[in-house]
C-alpha cells in the first residue's frame, strides 16, 4: 500500500485536469473538478480497504470439508478449488420455497458469468443455492449462465456456517483461501441491514454488482423504488 504521506494532494492532481467539453460553464467545470479531486480520493480509500482487507490475519480453517451436489453428483467444498489456491463462492437466494430466482442475484449472476472468463485465471467461483441441483441446472440454462459453475447446498450445512446460522433465504458471498494443506476462511461480506445508512438499501461496499456502480454515474442515480427484474418484457 502506498505511504498515504508521499501522495500528491487529491485537489492539487485534480487541478491538471484539462478535459473540456463544448458548452460547459465555468460553473460546470468548478464542479466537476471539484468532484474530480473526492474521485481520486475514493480510489485511494479502496486502495487502502483492499490492502486492509489483504492484510487480514489467517481466518478460521473450515470445520469440515462440505459436501453439496454438482450436476454429475456430490463433491466436497476442496474440489471446488480445482488448481488454484482462492475460491469465491456467491450464495443466492433461491431456496426450495421460491417460486422463482431472486431478481437482483440473477442481476449480480449476469454480471459475474461475463467477466468469470477472466475471473476463473486467477481464483476459483462457484454458486451455491438450497434448491435441489436439478432445478438450479435448468435456471442456469435458462439465464445463459455457461461460465458459472451451480451446486446445491443440499443439507444447508455450508450455507448454515457461512452464510446465515438460521438458514434464511439470503443471498451470501465468501472467499476461501488453501495454503499449506488447508484450507480456510478468508472473507465474507458482512454488512446487514441493521447497518445501512437511514434511507438506504442494505448493501456492501464495494457493490458486487455493477448495475448499481453504472447507475452511480447516471443523473438519476439508483432510484429509490426500482430492481432489476428476472424479464422486462418485449423492448
Known sequence: MVD??????????????????????????????????????LRRHLERVAAQRRALPAGGEIAQDFEVASESGAV???SLFRDKDTLMIYSMMYGPQRKAPCPSCTS?????????VNLRERVAIAVTARSPIERLVEYKKQRGFANLPFFSDTTGEYTRTYVNSEDADVPGFSVFARRDGKIRHFYS??????????GQDPRGAP?????????DLTPEGRGTDWYPKLSYGPK
Open 4 to 41: 498515504t504521506e508521499t501522495l500528491v494532494p487529491a485537489k492539487e492532481l485534480a487541478a491538471r485536469n484539462k478535459a473540456h467539453f463544448p458548452n460547459e460553464s465555468a460553473e460546470y467545470r468548478a464542479a466537476r473538478n471539484a468532484l474530480l479531486a473526492e474521485e481520486i480520493e
Open 207 to 215: 457493490d458486487l454488482d455493477l448495475l448499481w456502480q453504472l447507475l
Open 108 to 116: 449480480f449472476l449476469s454480471a459475474w458469468n461475463g467477466t468469470a
Open 76 to 78: 466436497r467444498l476442496s
Open 189 to 198: 461480506g458482512e454488512m446487514g441491514g441493521e447497518m445501512a445508512d437511514p
